[in-house]
């Protein structure tokens, strides 16, 4: 077998296994940026976590680690999808479904000595402003985690665009919630506060 | 005139003019931390910001950048109290309230570039679970927003405990509302979301 391999800022790089060193970096990206953000991160440490060669990583992320943190948020973005598409396909309304969603972050909260809240906000806050990749990973993130709600909502009567509305508007009060539990080191916050959004919800149902 | 001098950490410090060079820090930590974040802020750009030599630095802040960032947060929450409590004092209602903060953060979003949302959630989400002090001071400061909206709500004959209850879930939600709208680069997010919040909120009095 002979190996390809590839020249990227003077590095030589072994093009194979290319998928596996790729899903590699950007899970441990999406690891270490959920738990303590996007500054603190260092390239060396997703390296280190990854168990990726350097050069390797500069094939794959020519942009460097501000690209790898929109994959990151799009790797959090696609895990949180899949997840609220199963609390959807489970729950008896749109309120009920905000209460597993809630359920399930306040587990992760507490099992993670509250390291582990929502896999994105933090990387959002500190660089929406000044990463347009980033911005823009992290919005189709928010809105992809509120379309199953926004059709759940139009099922049960309410119009289209209230229904998007309102579908964002649960996601940006879970998310507030989490902040707000990290905060209080309180993980029967994001429960307790996510009931009084739920109830809100299906105020709106027809 | 003589000067007092402290040795501190190796550093000579004169110790006047003590409170100004302590609230340069804190303010310009403040500053930073609320566009960039705590991981992002160096001290030496808070030193540069706020102008006040190293020995003076750690004459105030022995603890380092971690109690400057409790104390960035504590000036950052009786700021944001403050306004609230002006803003409670003129409004009609917690849910015209809950609409005037929002009007009042999508003017200074969209003003600052985007930079500029709450003066504390990116630090807690940052540090809350490996500071106590940061995790404390982020606590209190939320609290602290919530009350004149729970005092609000009470007088508009809501039991106390579900006053408390609402206040702080209408604060998450202005949090959350605050973290999409920087996803989007979109201010009118922080409003739209707000009107929901704010009828929900008033549909609670009696």
Same mark, same amino acid.
């Given at each position: 077998m002979t190996m390809a391999i590839a020249i990227v800022k003077g590095y030589a790089v072994p093009m194979a296994p290319r998928g596996a060193s790729r899903a590699a970096a950007i899970g441990a990206a999406a690891d270490l940026m959920q738990r303590q953000g996007y500054a603190a991160t260092g390239l060396e440490?997703?390296?280190a976590a990854s168990g990726s060669p350097k050069g390797s990583f500069y094939f794959h992320f020519p942009e460097g680690k501000e690209q790898l943190a929109a994959e990151a948020l799009r790797a959090g973005g696609v895990g949180v999808r899949t997840f609220i598409d199963d609390v959807v396909a489970a729950a008896t309304s749109p309120g009920d479904a905000v209460r597993r969603i809630a359920a399930s972050e306040a587990r992760q909260l507490a099992r993670s000595g509250f390291e582990r809240g929502c896999p994105?906000?933090?990387v959002t806050l500190e660089m929406a402003s000044r990463s347009e990749p980033i911005q823009r990973a992290a919005d189709e993130a928010f809105e992809s985690w509120a379309a199953p709600l926004a059709t759940m909502l139009s099922a049960?009567? $309410?119009a289209?665009?209230?229904a998007a509305a309102l579908a964002r508007w649960a996601i940006a009060a879970l998310e507030? @919630?989490? $902040?707000?539990a990290r905060a209080a080191r309180d993980e029967s916050l994001v429960t307790s506060l996510a009931e009084i959004? @739920?109830?809100a919800l299906d105020a709106h149902l027809s």
């Open positions: 440490a997703i390296l994105i906000a933090t049960g009567g $309410v289209d665009a209230e507030g @919630a989490l $902040v707000l959004t @739920a109830d």
